[in-house]
């Protein structure tokens, strides 16, 4: 029988209360909640922020649901520049509202007793030098380790296609010029591995096991960055998940559809019996092919 844990990010959810959306997730059957900080959900910049997190951490205790604090909200701290200002932003000045959301992120993790706080590192400037931008990488997030550290909550950051950490090569670098630094852990997103990593999303998992503190799912293509619902794309799920399953991970596997909003309730009620079809495929041992027979499953477990 698996052991692992399924949640349902709510980026693709944006189009139903926080509240809302968590009843549903746990009536549906999921483990739990990749929860995106933003203005239409838990706002980090929000001035009663505590009193809000206390309320969702209440109502995730009550639903029983586990949670990831996630920090891809698209313009949550600037309404003209997409994910900006990043960790590699020029500016200093511009920088450090990163670094501060991620240092909010990590104190509301603790209060909501996650497992993993999520980030990524953010695109190249134009016009700017790598090295440099490695540099302002690493002084950037020292603050946030340092919150996670005291928190006991690891960060998870996440190779992200076109980012200056944009695949499993990237992060090793940066754990390796950050000095391995305990509360660093990486964040698995198994589409990003179909797109562009060199091996299988299942060798990737196995490889990456040591330092896996939080995992994304979806269905992706090879070469093109695009979340999929699960059958739409080329991933063969069940030895993924058995990978997975074979690591010992015990934090949550996330349904990663951002673009997806619009269908959100669709999505999520199809997707946790596409991944409870693959899981028990894997632990049976079975091939799974191109996941077509699992995603024709409907929630009450009726072919489509």
């Given at each position: 029988?698996?052991?692992?844990?399924?949640?349902?990010?709510?980026?693709?959810?944006?189009?139903?209360?926080?509240?809302?959306?968590?009843?549903?997730?746990?009536?549906?059957?999921?483990?739990?909640?990749g929860?995106?900080?933003?203005?239409?959900?838990?706002?980090?910049?929000?001035?009663?922020?505590?009193?809000?997190?206390?309320?969702?951490?209440?109502?995730?205790?009550?639903?029983?649901?586990?949670?990831?604090?996630?920090?891809?909200?698209?313009?949550?701290l600037?309404?003209r520049?997409?994910?900006?200002?990043?960790?590699?932003?020029?500016?200093?000045?511009?920088r450090?509202?990163?670094?501060?959301?991620?240092?909010?992120?990590?104190?509301?993790?603790?209060?909501?007793g996650a497992?993993?706080?999520?980030?990524?590192?953010?695109?190249?400037?134009?016009?700017?030098?790598?090295?440099?931008?490695?540099?302002?990488?690493?002084?950037?997030?020292?603050?946030?380790?340092?919150?996670?550290?005291t928190?006991?909550v690891?960060?998870?950051?996440?190779?992200?296609?076109?980012?200056?950490?944009?695949?499993?090569?990237?992060?090793?670098?940066?754990?390796?010029?950050l000095?391995?630094?305990?509360?660093?852990?990486?964040?698995?997103?198994?589409?990003?591995?179909?797109?562009?990593?060199?091996?299988?999303?299942?060798d990737?998992?196995?490889?990456?096991?040591?330092?896996?503190?939080h995992?994304?799912?979806?269905?992706?293509?090879?070469?093109?960055h695009?979340?999929?619902?699960?059958?739409?794309?080329?991933?063969?799920?069940?030895?993924?998940?058995?990978?997975?399953?074979?690591?010992?991970y015990?934090?949550?596997?996330?349904?990663?559809?951002?673009?997806h909003?619009?269908?959100g309730?669709?999505?999520?009620?199809?997707?946790?019996?596409?991944?409870?079809?693959?899981?028990?495929?894997?632990?049976?041992?079975?091939?799974g092919?191109?996941?077509?027979e699992?995603?024709?499953?409907?929630?009450?477990?009726?072919?489509?």
């Amino acid at each position: 029988m698996s052991t692992l844990r399924f949640g349902y990010g709510t980026n693709g959810l944006t189009d139903v209360r926080l509240p809302e959306a968590l009843r549903l997730l746990a009536d549906l059957g999921y483990d739990g909640v990749g929860l995106t900080l933003d203005h239409m959900h838990l706002d980090p910049l929000a001035e009663d922020l505590p009193a809000r997190t206390a309320r969702i951490g209440g109502l995730l205790a009550e639903l029983n649901l586990s949670v990831t604090v996630e920090t891809g909200a698209r313009y949550v701290l600037d309404p003209r520049a997409k994910h900006g200002p990043s960790l590699l932003d020029p500016d200093p000045e511009r920088r450090a509202l990163r670094t501060g959301l991620l240092v909010t992120a990590v104190r509301v993790a603790a209060e909501l007793g996650a497992h993993a706080v999520h980030c990524f590192s953010g695109v190249l400037p134009s016009g700017q030098d790598e090295g440099a931008a490695w540099d302002r990488l690493l002084g950037a997030l020292a603050p946030v380790l340092d919150a996670a550290d005291t928190a006991g909550v690891p960060l998870a950051i996440e190779p992200e296609p076109g980012h200056l950490v944009g695949d499993l090569a990237g992060f090793h670098r940066l754990r390796g010029l950050l000095g391995d630094p305990a509360p660093l852990g990486l964040t698995l997103d198994i589409g990003h591995c179909q797109c562009l990593e060199p091996k299988p999303p299942a060798d990737c998992v196995a490889e990456a096991a040591p330092w896996l503190r939080h995992v994304q799912i979806e269905d992706m293509r090879r070469g093109v960055h695009e979340h999929l619902p699960f059958g739409d794309g080329e991933i063969d799920f069940p030895p993924v998940l058995a990978a997975l399953e074979a690591t010992g991970y015990r934090g949550l596997t996330v349904v990663e559809l951002p673009r997806h909003s619009h269908a959100g309730p669709h999505h999520a009620a199809r997707s946790l019996p596409f991944l409870r079809e693959a899981a028990r495929r894997a632990a049976e041992g079975g091939n799974g092919g191109d996941g077509a027979e699992a995603a024709r499953v409907t929630p009450g477990g009726v072919p489509a």
